[in-house]
């Protein structure tokens, strides 16, 4: 077997924000509306502000409004809620996103489901996930999003095939095995209960690790073919003591192994923000009352 071909996260992610940009501009000329995503950060986490710049930034440059509301570290939750209650309310915002995670007084939970789900631009609200395992229309979380438009990116139509995903988390493994399940694949979820785990991963015709752990996925665990989609962002020591970011599966390896696989960085990481710009035009479009594509 030779190596896998790589998904380019950052290709697919650059035209799903053209997209995106095309339908803000279309919504701006038949409805003189300017779709709009607020992000809301409590406190001043390194890695969080980074990914609100980012987001901001991303925001900004497919024509949306961009709204920032950056509140200090001690912040209330009864001040966050009342944030939260003004943005809801506020029809120049489409899309509200609270970025986790939040400082130990703020009980998140309490937070993200006070938010509109018509503006759960995250997809985290009980509502949407209830709604996404029904199979109805839904804001669904942008990280699963991504990662199920890679694999269709690399194999098509994913219909009958077995997928594997490691991790069972409200934000990733859950979601994500719903919306394969949607696309007709064959699901098996695994977590940190799981008997004989290579035992499982190597029956994946697509493989999903979300986990967090570094390298864990190794190339004796993917079955000769597969599609791996690596979720995972580590940070670890590097050559020289830099620190570097890696997967939860050992590139190395699975690229002799897989028949396709996505880098980390550049796989499913640009993807992330890109479905959210998605999500917000999504939220707009409903608000409107308009058809979704
Ligand atoms: P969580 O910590 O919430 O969930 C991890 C899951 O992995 C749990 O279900 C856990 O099982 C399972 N797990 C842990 N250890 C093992 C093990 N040894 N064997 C099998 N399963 C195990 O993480 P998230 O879902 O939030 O994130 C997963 C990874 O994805 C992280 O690296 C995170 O940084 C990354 N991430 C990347 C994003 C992106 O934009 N690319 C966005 C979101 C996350 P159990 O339930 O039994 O504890």
């Known amino acids: 077997m030779g190596d896998a071909e790589i998904i380019d996260g950052k290709a697919v992610a650059r035209a799903l924000r053209a997209q995106v940009a095309e339908g803000v501009a279309e919504l701006k000329e038949r409805r003189g509306i300017t779709a709009g995503l607020a992000v809301v950060l409590v406190g001043e986490d390194p890695a969080s502000s980074v990914y609100v710049r980012n987001k901001a930034k991303q925001t900004l440059a497919a024509g949306m409004a961009s709204f920032e509301h950056k509140l200090s570290a001690d912040t209330s939750q009864s001040d966050v809620l009342a944030l939260v209650e003004t943005l809801n309310t506020d029809a120049s ?13 703020i009980d998140a939970d309490a937070i993200i489901q006070a938010i509109d789900p018509a503006k759960d631009v995250d997809g ?12 109805q229309p839904a ?9 199920v438009m890679l694999a269709k990116e690399a194999l098509g139509d994913l219909a009958g095939a077995h997928a594997v995903v490691v991790g069972r988390s409200n934000i990733v493994g859950k979601p994500v095995a719903q919306l394969l399940l949607q696309e007709h694949c064959t699901v098996t979820i695994c977590h940190s209960r799981t008997r004989d785990l290579p035992a499982v991963t190597s029956q994946g ?5 979300a986990v967090g752990r570094a390298e864990m996925v190794k190339g004796d665990w993917i079955k000769p073919g597969a599609c791996v989609i690596d979720v995972g962002i580590n940070r670890v020591e590097g050559q020289g003591g ?3 970011l890696v997967g939860d599966v050992d590139f190395s390896e699975a690229v002799k192994v897989a ?3 996505t880098p980390v960085p550049g796989g499913v990481g640009p993807m992330t923000i890109a479905c ?6 999504r939220a707009a479009r409903a608000i409107e009352g308009m058809d979704q594509d």
């Open 276 to 281: 959210l710009l998605r999500n917000t035009l």
């Open 124 to 135: 985290f609200h009980a509502i949407n996930a209830g709604r996404l395992m029904i199979g």
């Open 242 to 244: 830099k620190s570097k």
């Open 139 to 147: 804001l669904v979380a942008c990280t699963p999003v991504g990662c």
């Open 205 to 209: 015709d697509i493989l999903i690790a």
């Open 259 to 261: 028949g396709s696989i």
């Open 93 to 105: 915002v489409h899309g509200i996103l609270v970025q986790l995670p939040l400082p130990d007084q």
